[in-house]
C-alpha cells in the first residue's frame, strides 16, 4: 500500500497514519529522523503511515512531542480504543485539538476541558457503580480526559468559551474536598488570557437557547462544527445551517449570560456554599 492511497476516511488507523504524515513533514522530517528522536525504527513509522501496524500510547505521546501537535496523536490513539468512550466522541476530540477556538454549554457537571482530574474520576467511578463500565474502562475516560487537556497548554492554544449552566455549580461532586479543588481550578482558569468563562444564571428561565450540551468547534480552514450528545451516544453536526444556527443561539447565550466577572463571582459563592454545606 503507498501512502497516497491512504484513505483517512477509512477508520481511525488509516486516519492515524495520514496525520502522522502530515505532523512529520509539516515539521520538515524524514521518517529516519522521526525515528530516531522517539527511538522507533525508520520502518515501523512507514508502516504507521500506510496503516500497516497499530501505534503504542507510548509512540503517540512521543510523537506528539517531537512535532509539537498539542496532543493529537494522542487522541488519536485514544480513537484506536475507546471502548470506555460514547459512540462518536472520539471523533470529536480529535476534531477538538485542531480547533483554533472552542465554544462550549454544560448542564449538570462541569465540562471535561475544565474539569480537575478528581473531579472525573469521581463521575467515572460513579459510572462503574452503576453497571455502566468497568472499573478499568473508568480509569482509560480519565486517562483520555487528561489528554484532551493537553491542548490547553500547547504553545498556541484554542481560545475557550465556556458558558456554564447555574446547575454545573450547584450540583455536588465528590464532596466538600473535590468541589472546593474544582472551584480553585475555575478560578485558576479565568485568569487565563484564552479561557472566558460564564454562568447562565437560573434566572434565565426560559430564554436559555439550549437544553442540551453544546459544542462548538471553530478550524482553521475557516470551517464550523458542532457536538451534542445524549446518554447513548455523541452527534458531530456538520450541515451549515443547522451550526449557524447553533452559532446564533450560543451568541444569544452569551448576552443572556453573567459578565465574566459576575460569573467569577458566583463560583467563589457557590464555592462557600459547598463548604458551609453540612457533612
Not at 485539538?97 to 454544560?106: G, L, P, S
Request: glycine letters at 6%; charged letters at 25%; hydrophobic letters at 45%.
Amino acid at each position: 500500500m503507498h501512502q497516497k492511497d491512504v484513505d483517512p476516511t477509512s477508520g481511525p488507523l488509516a486516519a492515524f497514519g495520514v496525520q502522522l504524515r502530515r505532523s512529520r513533514r509539516a515539521a520538515g522530517l524524514s521518517q529516519v529522523e522521526l525515528g530516531a528522536a522517539v527511538a522507533y525504527s525508520n520502518t515501523f513509522i512507514s508502516y504507521l503511515e500506510t496503516a500497516r501496524r497499530e501505534p503504542s500510547h507510548r509512540f503517540a505521546v512521543a510523537a506528539d512531542a517531537v512535532l509539537n501537535t498539542g496532543g493529537t496523536l494522542e487522541l488519536m490513539w485514544w480513537n484506536l480504543k475507546h471502548t470506555a468512550l460514547l459512540e462518536g466522541f472520539p471523533e470529536y476530540a480529535t476534531l477538538e485539538a485542531k480547533a483554533t477556538d472552542i465554544r462550549m454549554f454544560e448542564l449538570g457537571v462541569i465540562p471535561g476541558l475544565l474539569q480537575t482530574r478528581e473531579y472525573a474520576t469521581t463521575l467515572a467511578h460513579a459510572d462503574v457503580r452503576r453497571g455502566g463500565i468497568a472499573r478499568n474502562q473508568a480509569e482509560e475516560r480519565v486517562d483520555f480526559l487528561l489528554a484532551r487537556q493537553r491542548l490547553l497548554d500547547r504553545g498556541q492554544p484554542p481560545l475557550v468559551h465556556a458558558v456554564l449552566d447555574e446547575s454545573c455549580l450547584r450540583r455536588p461532586v465528590g464532596g466538600a474536598e473535590v468541589m472546593a479543588a474544582q472551584f480553585q481550578h475555575l478560578e485558576a482558569l479565568v485568569e487565563r488570557p484564552d479561557v472566558i468563562i460564564q454562568v447562565a444564571p437560573f434566572l434565565l428561565a426560559e430564554e436559555r437557547p439550549f437544553a442540551h450540551p453544546v459544542y462548538l468547534l471553530s478550524l482553521a480552514d475557516g470551517s464550523m462544527l458542532g457536538y451534542t450528545e445524549s446518554h447513548q451516544r455523541g452527534f458531530l453536526e456538520r450541515d451549515t445551517a443547522t451550526v449557524k444556527a447553533w452559532a446564533r443561539n450560543y451568541d444569544r447565550l452569551q448576552v443572556g449570560a453573567l459578565s465574566e466577572a459576575a460569573s467569577l463571582a458566583m463560583i467563589r459563592e457557590a464555592r462557600k456554599d459547598h463548604h458551609d454545606r453540612p457533612r
